[in-house]
């Protein structure tokens, strides 16, 4: 087991090198003068000029690198270009928010998703079950945009209920971590759905029956105990859909998060905290990730790491 | 089937599903153990995000709260440097603590604020400004012409990133004559020193002793201490800032204990915190929804004059666009008021000049009246028929953008100019249009030019042919001696009248050469409550809403 995580733990540095390098790469491809862009556009060419060599964007792309990685691995992510901050600082600044909200949304997704899903396995073609297929459906299919406008409109101007943006609240954070987890719940639901389904027509699901074991132990011990193998991988990656769904709900919903940091950022072309923020939300995706697989081994004893 | 509830107490007994429970438990823990955080700290000023479900009525036991005035806003601010800050909003914002030198009213007359008189030498190259006695910084620190000369040298330190460095070049010294006396020596005459000092955002002026203050340095201010209304209190960055009022101001109390900015980027939502009485004034809500809030008594709608332009930019060195007679066609095909209406809902003022009426040197042109036949002819004679010209717009960057594009396209098509639009991002889109005119094949672009402040000068960089890029950015690479010659003579001239003069000439040229299709004047929707009182506007697309209080 230490082994295996040993490695996983080297293959996840490598990882996180390789997206160095990506995004590295990605941000300078895209067109556009980050100098230009922070001086403005009244601004002097010759200020520009000065600012292109400040930021060291008249060095070769692998001399920038080098300067990045060196810095990167000492724990300094640079200084941004547009808030003239360092990057950590800023993203660490943010992180908190973003990491609440994808963390209740995930919450959200395991209990409800999970809960959903084997009720409406367990109840095949019932009434329940088609509710429960009709509102996955709805939470796979809604953008995250029009959903989180239609919860504002509902719950702030018209009920007056909610705070329609921001975070000081604790009211603040229902709708955004709705908004949030409605398709990981959604996605989570039918995907424990189909897999108890075919659990439950298991030949052990069957004898455990016949052996008058109670109808709960069956259902909760003997099958949803198998069904959720896949369920919890797909539970990780939706921390990265998460992660990735906040730029949109933090935009929405005034939420003063790292999505909405990144959005800036990029439009910016503010090239540190970019190649910052990803690394982040990289590091995090992995970590978690990784996270999953040595719980796999806890829910399953099948599971061995050699 | 039966159907009982699980009762989740008993799975705990069963050591194989710990593992389980323990996972979900730690989702769940770190969840929770983030979440209470910002619930349970008495987070500051309940009223600021008062659903207000009944804020009228609990008005007996009114003595302690504070009363706040809140404000959303779109962008985020890159930075509350006032030197270093490049947006109008962060300006706008940042100007409730920080204060220029003299201050523009809406008609661009100068007057004085911080600086109580002037006087300006014959020659025009030197100012001595007598500062307001009296006046201490929001740190107790006293506003004399130290600090003011510690600001200015600031301002010009080439190492520092100030947008508004190329504008105050000019200034060569600051002299300290006396403890409220100062005099600038400018390398040249510079007539509208002035108004860019009252009218630049990053000519504000901070305590010098707050750069060692927390937070700030030398190279970047992130709790500005100036000597305005208000004193910066708080700021959660992506979310608000606060400000509160300072008591010890040397000019007029404002009615509001503190003033809430909030950050939000999406517009319908900045829209439905003033319709959910969440917040009291916002600036540009969904433009498609202009028409309904008209409607609604609860709000008011503030369409401001402004001094952005927009205009479609001609590429004058194309072989095709270089005949003027294919640039005015261009103008008479355009139905610019029905774009307004329609695209921009009344959010815009055809243009009738190559400035804004709000600027100094403004004067009138005879309008290019919609006229497709008269566009078709000229065509024809230039023998330029059924052209085909790109054209590229930036989506967002300025009211209704693109799709105000898409429409002159429709226009042009009616006239057998074949216009195909396309849109990027604000980065790429200004790497675009900055292409050196050899390589460069965009025919027509959109763009939007606003002066810091409210003069003739920086507007009619776009018609100087030094300013082409990669110099600057005279995208239309329009080059006419004459124009340059009047341009950079009125520069300087100091005499007022013949200043306003040759710039009236130069725009006369400019209009009948028409190196832009001249589109309009975008007016800056400001929209409030209607129970709040004393909202105001300055050209320079910012609200003025200092002194608001409540309408009864």
């Not at chain 1, 539970?235 to 939420?255: D, R």
């Amino acid at each position: 087991m230490s082994r295996y995580i040993a490695q996983r733990l080297l293959a996840a540095v490598l990882t996180l090198i390789g997206v160095s390098v990506i995004v590295f790469v990605l941000v300078r491809l895209a067109p556009g003068d980050p100098a230009r862009v922070i001086a403005g556009l009244l601004a002097a060419e010759e200020d520009v000029q000065r600012i292109r060599v400040k930021m060291g964007l008249d060095q070769p792309l692998p001399v920038q690198y080098a300067m990045f990685f060196g810095r990167m691995i000492q724990g300094d992510l640079g200084t941004s270009a547009r808030t003239r901050e360092p990057v950590l600082g800023e993203v660490l600044d943010r992180l908190p928010a973003t990491m609440k909200l994808a963390l209740i949304s995930m919450t959200m997704a395991g209990i409800v998703g999970v809960v959903g899903g084997v009720a409406a396995a367990y109840r095949r073609n019932s009434k329940l079950d088609f509710v429960i297929s009709v509102g996955t459906l709805f939470g796979i299919s809604m953008p995250v945009y029009w959903l989180g406008l239609m919860l504002i409109v509902l719950f702030a101007v018209r009920l007056h209920w909610l705070p329609a943006a921001g975070s000081a609240k604790a009211t603040s954070y229902v709708m955004p971590s709705l908004t949030l987890a409605a398709f990981s719940v959604a996605l989570v639901a039918r995907m424990t759905r189909s897999s108890m389904l075919e659990v439950l027509g298991e030949d052990y699901v069957r004898t455990a029956r016949a052996k008058g074991v109670r109808e709960q132990v069956v259902v909760l011990r003997h099958a949803l105990k198998n069904a959720l193998i896949p369920v919890i991988t797909v539970i990780g990656l939706q921390f990265g859909a998460l992660l990735g769904g906040a730029v949109l709900t933090e935009t929405v919903f005034g939420w003063p998060g790292m999505g909405r940091l990144l959005v800036d950022s990029i439009f910016a072309r503010d090239y540190p905290m970019v190649q910052g923020i990803v690394l982040i939300f990289s590091f995090l995706f992995v970590a978690v990730n990784l996270l999953i697989d040595i719980t796999y081994a806890y829910i399953d004893p099948r599971i061995h790491y050699d | 089937m039966k159907n009982k509830p699980f009762p989740a107490i008993t799975l705990l007994r069963r050591r194989s599903w710990l593992a389980l429970v323990g996972v979900m438990i730690v989702i769940l823990v770190a969840g929770v153990s983030c979440q209470p955080a910002p619930a349970a700290q008495p987070e500051q000023p309940a009223e600021v995000e008062e659903p207000v479900s009944a804020p009228e009525e609990e008005a007996p036991a009114e003595p302690k709260e504070p009363t706040a005035f809140r404000i959303a806003v779109g962008i985020d601010p890159d930075t509350l440097d006032p030197i270093q800050n490049t947006t109008t909003t962060v300006g706008n914002m940042a100007e409730y603590m920080v204060e220029t030198l003299l201050f523009a009213d809406k008609e661009g007359d100068i007057l004085p604020q911080l600086v109580a008189d002037w006087d300006i030498s014959d020659d025009g190259l030197e100012y001595t400004l007598h500062l307001r006695e009296g006046v201490t910084f929001h740190d107790g620190t006293a506003m004399d012409a130290e600090a003011i000369k510690w600001n200015l040298d600031r301002l010009l330190d080439p190492d520092l990133k100030s947008p508004a460095r190329g504008t105050f070049n000019v200034i060569e010294d600051v002299e300290v004559v006396d403890e409220y006396t100062f005099r600038l020596h400018l390398s040249d005459t510079f007539p509208p020193l002035l108004a860019a000092l009252a009218g630049s955002s990053n000519a504000t002026i901070i305590s010098p002793a707050s750069v060692d203050q927390e937070g700030n340095s030398y190279e970047t201010i992130t709790q500005p201490v100036g000597t305005g209304p208000y004193i910066f209190k708080e700021r959660v960055k992506g979310e608000r800032i606060v400000v509160a009022r300072n008591e010890d101001y040397w000019g007029e109390q404002p009615y509001y204990d503190e003033v809430v900015f909030r950050i939000v980027p999406e517009a319908a939502t900045r829209e439905s915190l003033l319709l959910a009485g969440q917040v009291d004034l916002i600036i540009l809500p969904p433009i498609s929804d202009l028409p309904a809030l008209k409607q609604n008594p609860d709000v008011e709608v503030l369409l401001a004059p402004s001094i952005l332009t927009l205009c479609s930019s001609d590429l004058t060195t194309d072989e095709v666009l270089s005949d003027v007679r294919v640039r005015q066609a261009l103008n008479y095909a355009v139905d610019k008021q029905a774009i307004i209406d329609s695209v921009l809902f009344g959010a815009g003022q055809v243009l009738d000049a190559p400035m804004s009426p709000s600027l100094y040197g403004y004067c009138p042109q005879p309008p290019y009246e919609y006229n497709p036949e008269k566009a078709k002819q000229l065509l024809a004679e230039a023998g330029a028929e059924n052209i085909e010209l790109g054209f590229i717009a930036p989506t967002g960057r300025y009211v209704q953008d693109f799709q105000a594009a898409q429409a002159i396209a429709g226009f042009l098509s009616e006239v057998g100019v074949k216009a195909s639009v396309s849109t990027m991002d604000w980065p790429s889109y200004v790497g675009a249009i900055l292409i050196p005119p050899e390589e460069n094949e965009l025919d027509l672009h959109l763009l939007g030019w606003a002066p810091d402040f409210l003069d003739a000068f920086q507007q009619m960089l776009q018609f100087d042919s030094s300013q082409a890029p990669p110099n600057g950015l005279e995208t239309s690479f329009y080059s006419n001696p004459e124009v340059d010659e009047l341009i950079n003579t009125a520069r300087k001239e100091t005499d007022s009248a013949i200043r306003e003069d040759l710039y009236c000439q130069a725009s006369e040229i400019i209009w009948e050469e028409a190196p832009w299709i001249f589109l309009w004047v975008q007016r800056f929707p400001i929209v409030y409550r209607s129970d709040v009182a004393n909202v105001d506007y300055h050209p320079t697309e910012k609200f003025a809403a200092i002194y608001a209080r409540p309408a009864k």
